[in-house]
Nanobody
């Protein structure tokens, strides 16, 4: 059974940090590109950051460049999102997504999401 389980969300003050984790099971993690998306109330879901199968390439939304870092540990089947210098506008539900990497085929998978609230 495929599962993506996010954790690490919560309430943090502006300027603070959080690290999100997304633990995968039920598929060959190392064959999938992983990404983090977020959706704030009343807004469309947006891509926050992505990382390729073995971490050779990453990409970020302009709004989080220099503040967020995506990484992965294929042995632990986990992708991380380190979020620093958090702003109120970072408040959203953060979800991870798995998409087959280059040369591989299959379905995309989504996690249920974890709430991040940045507020004083």
């Amino acid at each position: 059974q495929v599962q993506l389980l996010e954790s690490g969300g919560g309430l943090v003050q502006p300027g603070g940090s959080l690290r999100l984790s997304c633990a995968a099971s039920g598929f060959i993690f190392s064959r999938y590109d992983m990404s983090w998306y977020r959706q704030a109330p009343g807004k469309e879901r947006e891509l926050v950051a992505g990382i390729t199968t073995f971490g050779g390439s990453t990409n970020y939304a302009d709004s989080v460049k220099g503040r967020f870092t995506i990484s992965r540990d294929n042995a632990k089947k986990t992708v991380y999102l380190q979020m620093n210098s958090l702003k109120p506008e970072d408040t959203a539900v953060y979800s991870c997504k798995a998409k087959p990497g280059r040369g591989y085929y299959g379905y995309d998978y989504w996690g249920q999401g974890t709430q991040v609230t940045v507020s004083s």
